[in-house]
């Protein structure tokens, strides 16, 4: 671990809540179905299933200056978007807090060792979750 990853990891480790400081429906479930299933299924795997097949994009080693052209390559809403290593390097750590202030991202959750965004509609109000699971 490098010097800034273990600075982030201290942060996230100071913000980070159970699903007993989250008041969404849609978080709380992904938790409980997802980040805590003990199903041997890959990530993903499991995001797609609880997201009832909406597309998921797993975007694992490519460098942190691609992440905002596959934002830009999103059509559907119903998307789900994964990064690794957010907080690998602070070129990683400064393009995922863009990614998290776009305004086309309505939902962004930092698991620490990855990142999801959501891009959904019915997401009326921008949202911001760091979980305590790891995945």
């Known amino acids: 671990m490098t010097a800034h990853s273990v600075a982030e990891y201290l942060k996230y480790r100071l913000k980070a809540k159970t699903r007993h400081g989250v008041h969404s429906p849609f978080v709380y479930n992904l938790i409980e179905q997802v980040l805590k299933s003990r199903s041997s299924a890959p990530f ?42 957010i907080h690998r390097t602070p070129a990683h750590t400064i393009q995922w807090n863009r990614l998290v202030a776009d305004e086309r991202v309505r939902l962004s959750i930092d698991i620490y060792s990855r990142g999801l965004l959501f891009f959904r509609e019915e997401f009326r109000e921008k949202q911001h979750f760091t979980l305590r699971y790891p995945a």
């Not at 609880?50 to 999103?74: M, R, S, T």
């Open 44 to 85: 993903h795997s499991k995001l797609a299933a609880y997201l009832e097949d909406a597309p998921v994009i797993l975007l694992d080693g490519l460098p942190p200056d691609e992440w905002l052209q596959a934002l830009d390559n999103i059509r559907d809403p119903r998307t789900a978007l994964i990064l690794r290593d």
